[in-house]
């Protein structure tokens, strides 16, 4: 079992930053990917990044290419999701997730881990 915990959400304006983490507990972090998702109210919930195993292969949805990157750092079991220039349009809570398999995935039904999640809100 694996235990995630987010942190660093809260309000900005737009197009300013925020970087979030999410601290993971109970088995070898490093045996998982790991990603971001996020969902808001009245929407499902979406993929928006992902980062492997090693740190390696990184993957973003189009939404988010060229503001967003996602990091992970195996020796404090920590991911991160920086985010940059951001719109009002990515307001939503953001979740972690871990995933045992390999394989790159945006269903987010596919993901094992979650985190409880973390309310980004970006004001216009």
């Known amino acids: 079992q694996v235990q995630l915990v987010e942190s660093g959400g809260g309000l900005v304006q737009a197009g300013g930053s925020l970087r979030l983490s999410c601290a993971a507990s109970?088995?070898?972090?490093?045996?998982?990917?790991m990603g971001w998702f996020r969902q808001a109210p009245g929407k499902e919930r979406e993929f928006v990044a992902h980062?492997?195993?090693?740190?390696?292969?990184?993957n973003f949805a189009d939404s988010v290419k060229g503001r967003f990157t996602i990091s992970r750092d195996n020796a404090k079991n920590t991911v991160y999701l920086q985010m940059n220039s951001l719109e009002p349009e990515d307001t939503a809570v953001y979740y972690c997730?871990?995933?045992?398999?390999?394989?790159?995935?945006?269903?987010?039904?596919?993901?094992?881990?979650w985190g409880q999640g973390t309310q980004v809100t970006v004001s216009s």
């Open positions: 997730a871990g995933r045992r398999l390999a394989s790159f995935t945006t269903n987010p039904h596919l993901w094992n881990y």
């Open positions: 980062v492997s195993r090693t740190g390696s292969t990184t």
């Open positions: 109970g088995r070898t972090f490093s045996d998982y990917a």
